[in-house]
């Protein structure tokens, strides 16, 4: 089935500064790649997601990069603020698993005013 | 609409007891999930609903049993609950299983976080 690693686990970055946040699988037919954010207490959020058939997607602040061939893919947060601070779980999916996505570890990421 | 709505927020239980999680949707999806979360080992998939009247095991189903009692409510069921089963548990809907569309983003509940003695 798919694997997927997520690094670092946890990010520390002072406000203001870019914080990126990777994520290797091992399906090569994997062609669904969503980003969640957990905030403290919450269930995790959807905040931007990629398919196979695109490189780049970029939302306001955030963006992920997605490079099928190393079959690894990244989000970017640009201008961190302390309300960016949260878990954040890549994702990826494929027929293979039934489409039910796969999730990483997780990545803590904390943003100092 | 409330999206996705679980019930109780905490739980604590003795080794042995037994319990049932709720969850609801009012977003007429047709899949329903529930994770459990352990620290440093993300979201691990226990059952699915692909549709209504049909269940699968996930990666971690030992020890639970599911019901998908129609097209809103999925609850997850500890027979005998254990000290290893303490942990947050999520129950997440998506509009299709992703068979046809090739994966969609799941909606989260806000949690069950259970604590097993």
């Known amino acids: 089935g798919e694997n997927v690693e997520q690094h670092p686990s946890t990010l520390s970055v002072q406000e203001g500064d870019s914080a990126v946040i990777k994520c290797t699988y091992s399906d090569s037919a994997s062609n669904y790649f969503p980003w969640y954010k957990q905030e403290l207490g919450k269930g995790p959020q959807l905040i931007i997601d990629i398919r196979s058939n695109v490189g780049e997607k970029k939302d306001q602040r955030i963006a992920v990069t997605l490079n099928k061939t190393a079959k690894h893919f990244s989000l970017h947060i640009t201008e961190t603020q302390p309300e960016d601070s949260a878990v954040y779980f890549c994702?990826?999916?494929?027929?293979?698993?039934?489409?039910?996505?796969?999730f990483g570890r997780g990545t803590s990421l904390i943003v100092h005013p | 609409n409330a999206g996705v709505t679980q019930t109780p927020k905490f739980q604590v239980l003795k080794t042995g007891q037994s319990m049932t999680l709720q969850c609801a949707q009012d977003m007429n999806h047709n899949s329903m999930y529930w994770y459990r979360q352990d620290p440093g080992m993300g979201l691990r998939l226990i059952y699915y609903?692909?549709?209504?009247?049909?269940?699968d095991k996930g990666e971690v189903p030992n020890g639970y049993n599911v019901s998908r009692l129609n097209k809103r409510e999925f609850s997850l069921r500890l027979e005998s609950a254990a000290p290893s089963q303490t942990s947050v548990y999520f129950c997440?809907?998506?509009?299709?299983?992703?068979?046809?569309?090739?994966?969609?983003?799941?909606?989260f509940g806000p949690g069950t976080r259970l604590t097993v003695l």
């Open positions: 994702a990826a999916t494929s027929k293979g698993g039934s489409y039910i996505p796969t």
């Open positions: 997440a809907s998506s509009p299709t299983s992703g068979l046809r569309s090739g994966g969609n983003e799941q909606f």
């Open positions: 609903s692909a549709s209504e009247g049909t269940t």
